[in-house]
């Protein structure tokens, strides 16, 4: 596309692909076992999908990064995740510096394949590395091992993809502190930019949480989850990766725009089942919120391209309670924090007086320019802060 | 209607004895209920809690026609008497009601401690009683040991006791038969000022407080005016009438008969059970003897779960009040549980079933402080006050005494659980007068108990002990003098009225050191850590601490779904809602209980 209309706004892209190899049994994300036939009759659908929203939302929006997630994109053969991608950069503006991410797992990362994809524009790649420790990779029940996850990052680094992420767990169960450090000083090794790492969490309606709803599986319980994280947290700073959300470390310069468009309330388009999307507006500075996700379920969803019906399964648009709420849930998480005045109007009542026993506590630090910034303590009791400091606000208000 | 063919009479039974099927077989044999109406339930029983509890809460009349043996067509009050302790004083009313009772004993189970109590209460106000064995077609049944424990406790010969099967329908007419004959006719002077003894009485919506009489002298009928011995109001009667399994309006009541009169009177607290009504143009000169106005017994304060709910909740006591004229409720503040109410009960269970109808009229979730009796504090100077709620106890004094209501309590078991009942006995501060033996398989312990020690779960507890056993039933006898303290319990140092307990000294020890340990394991892990203490006075007796919480993170926040984020964070601000903040320690509502569940 070559004409840009005069308001236009930056968006992110989202491609959900809905296959794995295999479920590893803590994952809570869409997906369905990889099958030849579906996957000619997705990939059909999502151009579709596409082309209309492009018909809808192109006019008006800038695509700044655009994200394959999955399930497991990486097990697409190349040649379709080009297609996919091209689709999107023949229907909506792309600038050169668009941060293209690939989700990949390590068992299926390919030189020849990784090689046509960055040449096709992917320009950042995230691998499911999980572990570097077989032990820890066995408990996933993943399907790589720890040989393949190094080979991964380094296939990756020969085919040119200078801006690589990787996913690491901590809190396995008979994992130690030790293990998940060297995974960290793994990594650095490696030089990755950027690393997501994330404590094991027993998902309802998981096999995992089930197991350990059952007793089967004991997750090592809160005091070590903190002491996993604090550590975790203080090694990867002596590494020089900064911490920009709880959960995501990166080297200056390498954070992942596409979830700070989330959590910075971009708007972003989600395409295939289960994808979500956000169009955000601001009028004389009120913002109008609209989400809207897509079935999900494969069958489901080809089912309505094919028809012609939406495929959205619900859409809301948020009244000014609910964007305070989420706006205190996304921006504290991040390492900016939030600006006092975002979510509070009084700033001297009770509000004030708690935060400061926060600080106290040393959960929190009130920056001179009056934002909240979490510790790396308050960051592991985040949900409980963000629960107790949101009862604040709402009865305040 | 002729008295001689009047028989009014009661039924004494233990729960589950058999009380409603009997009844809901005399109703089917005198054609008092039709075919489709049988077997649906109890006929008798028709409030839903009382069915679901198969107990009867609240006394009922209902009023059988019956061709006799000997050709006469009788009339047949059955006045049916609330099954529990709590409403003993009811019992008595409706026992004095009746010229005779059944005395209804399980063949399998024998005499309960609640059946000897109404039998003493019948026996004291001259009865006729009836004695009949139920459930002698149960394999476990065994009649002759029960007919004889029957005979030794009344004095009858075994040819007078009826062995019958309600369920089966066996010689249940054996039994109407036996009204007739010995049961005597009321007496009562029908050309007499009009004088009615109210046993019950029930709220209507559209027709106000409808009183349940026993006529005893005069009659009555619409148009009259009628006075309240208790409290000197007047009213219109609208209607009288007889209680089938409805009302049914009748021209008049006279000497003798059972009914209801209906006047339009507002309030159920004044057709208080007990009191005597009279006519105004020809008032009697006394009342009928026997009137007590009841007093609660039993202190327990009652809180929306969610502060914001306090109006619902007023209105619901307010109706709930309409038909429980025991009920005694005055508005309260909590500093741990907001705006709430104060309420008195007759006893434990009335206090259970209050509690239970609320939630369901209401409609949300309340929360019940710990139940406490009345306290009596005199000082020095001889001043004197009682003291329903424990945040007034004064802190520890010289000079001044406090008093507690104590109870005569009959413990009826098999002799193979003495001992188990004579140590938690011992326990609850019992003091034992004598044992008497029933029969050689039934025996019966006196105790003087402080009420406080038994309304808690001191029944539950017996019960376990002997099997299910054992039975309980007491009388009030008094205040006497105990060594009572306060127990407080601070929450990071401030005091929490809701938990605050009254406790003998020689316990407060150890009731204050498992209180503080089951606090600890209700009140969750938060950011801050929680310090609980028990103290009497400005004395520290146990410390617990809650560690601060050290994860509660969410691990994965990306992904587009923003909305399940949120609205997992909408329902904990409601969870957290329902919690109760004291400083800035949050409370869930099963700590304010704790304070029941410990073992005492």
């Given at each position: 596309?070559?004409?840009?209309?005069?308001?236009?706004?930056?968006?992110?892209?989202?491609?959900?692909?809905?296959?794995?190899?295999?479920?590893?049994?803590?994952?809570?994300?869409?997906?369905?076992?990889?099958?030849?036939?579906?996957?000619?009759?997705?990939?059909?659908?999502?151009?579709?999908?596409?082309?209309?929203?492009?018909?809808?939302?192109?006019?008006?929006?800038?695509?700044?990064?655009?994200?394959?997630?999955?399930?497991?994109?990486?097990?697409?053969?190349?040649?379709?995740?080009?297609?996919?991608?091209?689709?999107?950069?023949?229907?909506?503006?792309?600038?050169?510096?668009?941060?293209i991410t690939l989700e990949a797992n390590p068992e299926s990362v390919t030189t020849d394949e990784l090689k046509l994809l960055r040449q096709a524009g992917f320009n950042r790649i995230s691998i499911g590395v999980q572990s570097f420790e077989n032990k820890d990779l066995l408990f996933l029940r993943r399907v790589h091992d720890s040989d393949?996850?190094?080979?991964?990052v380094k296939v990756a680094q020969n085919t040119g993809f200078a801006n690589i992420s990787i996913d690491l767990m901590f809190a396995i169960p008979e994992q130690s502190i030790d293990t998940a450090i060297s995974n960290i000083e793994k990594a650095a090794t490696l030089?990755?930019?950027?690393?997501?790492?994330?404590?094991?969490?027993?998902?309802?309606?998981?096999?995992?949480?089930?197991?350990?709803?059952?007793?089967?599986?004991?997750?090592?319980?809160?005091?070590?989850?903190?002491?996993?994280?604090?550590?975790?947290?203080?090694?990867?700073?002596?590494?020089?990766?900064?911490?920009?959300?709880?959960?995501?470390?990166?080297?200056?310069?390498?954070?992942?725009?596409?979830?700070?468009?989330?959590?910075?309330?971009?708007?972003?388009?989600?395409?295939?089942?289960?994808?979500?999307?956000?169009?955000?507006?601001?009028?004389?500075?009120?913002?109008?919120?609209?989400?809207?996700?897509?079935?999900?379920?494969?069958?489901?969803?080809?089912?309505?391209?094919?028809?012609?019906?939406?495929?959205?399964?619900?859409?809301?648009?948020?009244?000014?309670?609910?964007?305070?709420?989420?706006?205190?849930?996304?921006?504290?998480?991040?390492?900016?924090?939030?600006?006092?005045?975002?979510?509070?109007?009084?700033?001297?009542?009770?509000?004030?007086?708690y935060l400061e026993i926060l600080a106290g506590i040393g959960h929190v630090i009130i920056t001179p320019d009056e934002r909240i910034i979490l510790t790396d303590e308050g960051a592991v009791v985040a949900d409980e802060l963000i629960l107790n400091l949101s009862n604040l606000i709402i009865t305040q208000s | 209607m002729n008295k001689d063919l009047i028989r009014n009479f009661s039924i004494i039974a233990h729960i589950d004895h058999g009380k409603s099927t009997l009844a809901d077989r005399f109703l089917e044999l005198t054609h008092s209920i039709t075919g489709k109406m049988k077997y649906c339930k109890q006929m008798l029983d028709d409030m839903d809690l009382e069915q679901e509890r198969g107990i009867t809460i609240k006394a009922h009349a209902v009023r059988m026609e019956y061709q006799a043996a000997d050709g006469h067509n009788y009339l047949l009050n059955l006045i049916d008497t609330p099954g529990h302790v709590d409403f003993s004083y009811e019992v008595s009313r409706s026992l004095v009601a009746c010229e005779g009772a059944l005395l209804v004993v399980d063949a399998s189970q024998g005499i309960e401690a609640q059946t000897l109590s109404n039998l003493y209460l019948a026996l004291e106000h001259d009865l006729t009683i009836i004695p009949v064995i139920n459930k002698i077609d149960l394999p476990a049944a065994n009649v002759p040991a029960v007919t004889q424990s029957i005979c030794d406790l009344i004095g009858v010969d075994e040819s007078e006791v009826i062995p019958i099967s309600a369920k089966m329908g066996t010689n249940v007419e054996k039994v109407l038969e036996r009204i007739v004959e010995i049961v005597p006719p009321p007496k009562g002077d029908k050309t007499a000022p009009f004088r009615?003894?109210?046993?019950?009485?029930?709220?209507?919506?559209?027709?106000?407080?409808?009183?349940?009489?026993?006529?005893?002298?005069?009659?009555?009928?619409?148009?009259?005016?009628?006075?309240?011995?208790?409290?000197?109001?007047?009213?219109?009667?609208?209607?009288?009438?007889?209680?089938?399994?409805?009302?049914?309006?009748?021209?008049?009541?006279?000497?003798?008969?059972?009914?209801?009169?209906?006047?339009?009177?507002?309030?159920?607290?004044?057709?208080?059970?007990?009191?005597?009504?009279?006519v105004a143009s020809n008032p009697a000169d006394t009342p009928l003897p026997g009137f007590k106005d009841i007093k609660p017994m039993v202190f327990s304060g009652i809180y929306p779960a969610d502060s914001d709910d306090y109006v619902q909740l007023r209105d619901a006591i307010d109706k709930l009040k309409l038909n429980d004229a025991s009920l005694i409720y005055t508005p309260e503040t909590s500093a741990a549980l907001g705006f709430g109410f104060r309420c008195g009960f007759l006893g434990l269970l009335h206090m259970e079933i209050v509690q239970e109808r609320l939630s369901r009229e209401y409609e949300s979730s309340i929360i019940n402080t710990v139940p406490n009796v009345e306290y009596r504090i005199t000082y020095d100077n001889d001043e004197t006050k009682t003291i329903d709620n424990p945040i007034?106890?004064?802190?520890?004094?010289?000079?001044?005494?406090?008093?507690?209501?104590?109870?005569?309590?009959?413990?009826?078991?098999?002799?193979?659980?003495?001992?188990?009942?004579?140590?938690?006995?011992?326990?609850?501060?019992g003091v034992y007068h004598t044992t008497e033996y029933l029969s050689t398989d039934r025996v019966v312990l006196h105790y003087d108990f402080p009420l406080s020690e038994i309304i808690f779960d001191y029944y539950d507890k017996l019960k376990s002990l002997t099997r299910g056993y054992a039975s309980l039933d007491y009388d009030y006898l008094g205040y006497r003098e105990s060594d009572l303290v306060r127990l407080d319990i601070l929450i990071n140092g401030d005091p929490v009225d809701a938990l605050c307990s009254i406790v003998h000294r020689d316990k407060a020890q150890r009731h204050g050191k498992m209180l503080c340990s089951k606090l600890r394991e209700l009140i969750p892990r938060q950011l801050f850590e929680v310090v609980i203490q028990s103290a009497i006075g400005n004395k520290v007796i146990s410390r617990e601490v809650v560690k601060p919480i050290r994860k509660n993170v969410t691990a994965k926040c990306y992904g587009g779904d923003i909305t399940r984020k949120r609205k997992l964070l909408e329902r904990q601000r409601e969870g957290k809602r329902r919690m109760k903040t004291v400083g800035r320690v949050d409370i869930p509502q099963e700590a304010f209980l704790a304070v029941l569940k410990i073992d005492r």
């Open positions: 596309m070559n004409s840009k209309s005069q308001s236009f706004k930056s968006a992110g892209i989202y491609i959900h692909i809905p296959f794995c190899v295999s479920k590893c049994h803590y994952c809570d994300f869409y997906s369905v076992p990889k099958a030849e036939n579906l996957i000619a009759e997705f990939i059909d659908c999502i151009h579709s999908e596409i082309e209309s929203a492009s018909l809808r939302f192109a006019k008006e929006c800038e695509v700044n990064t655009i994200y394959f997630g999955g399930g497991t994109p990486s097990i697409l053969p190349a040649e379709s995740l080009v297609e996919i991608l091209n689709s999107v950069k023949s229907d909506f503006f792309i600038s050169d510096s668009t941060e393949q996850a190094l080979n991964a030089e990755v930019k950027h690393i997501s790492l994330y404590g094991l969490t027993s998902e309802p309606g998981t096999p995992l949480g089930k197991s350990v709803e059952d007793g089967l599986v004991t997750l090592p319980d809160g005091d070590r989850y903190a002491d996993f994280y604090l550590n975790i947290c203080d090694k990867l700073r002596s590494l020089g990766y900064q911490k920009y959300e709880i959960s995501n470390f990166a080297k200056p310069g390498y954070e992942c725009g596409h979830n700070l468009n989330y959590w910075n309330y971009g708007t972003y388009f989600g395409f295939g089942p289960s994808g979500h999307s956000a169009i955000i507006d601001c009028n004389q500075n009120r913002l109008r919120v609209e989400r809207f996700w897509n079935i999900r379920d494969l069958q489901t969803y080809i089912k309505c391209i094919r028809s012609e019906e939406s495929t959205v399964e619900t859409k809301e648009i948020l009244n000014d309670k609910q964007i305070r709420l989420e706006k205190l849930q996304l921006q504290l998480r991040q390492q900016c924090g939030i600006a006092i005045t975002e979510i509070m109007m009084d700033k001297t009542g009770s509000f004030r007086e | 009615a003894m109210i046993f019950d009485s029930v709220f209507d919506t559209y027709r106000g407080a409808v009183p349940y009489v026993r006529v005893v002298d005069g009659e009555i009928k619409k148009g009259d005016w009628i006075e309240f011995f208790s409290n000197d109001k007047t009213y219109e009667v609208d209607e009288v009438g007889y209680l089938r399994l409805k009302k049914v309006p009748c021209e008049k009541l006279t000497a003798g008969e059972v009914g209801y009169i209906i006047a339009n009177v507002r309030n159920v607290a004044d057709t208080k059970v007990g009191d005597t009504i009279t007034n106890m004064p802190p520890p004094a010289r000079g001044i005494t406090i008093e507690e209501p104590f109870v005569r309590a009959n413990v009826i078991s098999p002799p193979d659980y003495i001992g188990n009942i004579m140590k938690i006995s011992m326990e609850r501060r």
